[in-house]
């Protein structure tokens, strides 16, 4: 079974500041890994999709790759921004339409002004 | 950008009584899904449907749950005799072709 998890926690730093988000899963065979971003009571906001055959993909300050044979990924935030505090949500697809995502229980971030 | 839309934002039902929570996927978008989320734990997949029936779905999926696409537009979830513990955010979503995610809003269910 799908395990998937997310280093750190929770993270509090100042604004300016580049960061990096970590997300790790037990099983390589996946279709694609997808970065979501939660605000509090709110829905779920796509930032990044990265295919299995990809190893990066770029969205203005952020930067997440893929690592599939070892099982990680990586969110990239640079310049950090107060309005970037938020929970990070990292989800991998195990094979395409109809597998349900398998997703880690997130980073809360607060980038402090 | 297009968008997944839920309705009601927020219900509040007595246990025991049937609720359907609705949304309207993007149009062109081939696959729908519902996910729900607990306060303070992950996002868990419910059930995922193609081409008018059920792909997959998860252990939580019991039979008290039913899924429906009435007509070219809307998909439902229907909870037929509600739970204190169904108490959640359910969250639909929809993915075309290349199997990116794209979540509505949600709908805050509170079973009392």
């Known amino acids: 079974k799908q395990e998937v998890t997310q280093i750190p926690a929770a993270l509090s730093v100042p604004e300016g500041e580049n960061l990096v988000l970590n997300c790790s899963f037990t099983d390589s065979a996946i279709y694609n890994l997808q970065w979501f971003r939660q605000d509090p009571g709110k829905g779920l906001t796509s930032l990044l999709l990265i295919q299995s055959s990809q190893r990066e993909q770029t969205s203005g300050r952020l930067n997440a790759s893929l690592d599939k044979s070892s099982g990680r990924s990586t969110l990239y935030i640079a310049a950090s921004q107060p309005g970037d505090s938020a929970t990070y949500l990292c989800?991998?697809?195990?094979?395409?339409?109809?597998?349900?995502?398998?997703f880690g229980k997130g980073t809360h971030l607060i980038i402090q002004p | 950008e297009p968008e997944v839309t839920q309705t009601p934002s927020h219900q509040v039902t007595q246990m025991g009584q049937e609720v359907i929570l609705r949304c309207v996927p993007i149009s062109n978008h081939l696959y729908f899904y519902w996910y729900r989320q607990i306060l303070g734990q992950k996002v868990e997949f419910l059930v995922s449907f193609y081409n008018n029936e059920i792909s997959e779905k998860s252990e939580i999926f019991d039979d008290q749950f039913s899924v429906e696409r009435p007509d070219g537009s809307n998909f439902t979830l229907k909870i037929r005799s509600t739970k204190l513990e169904d108490s959640a955010m359910y969250f639909c979503a929809s993915s075309g072709r290349n199997y990116g995610y794209t979540f509505g809003s949600g709908t805050r269910l509170t079973v009392v």
């Open positions: 989800a991998v697809n195990p094979g395409g339409g109809a597998d349900g995502l398998t």
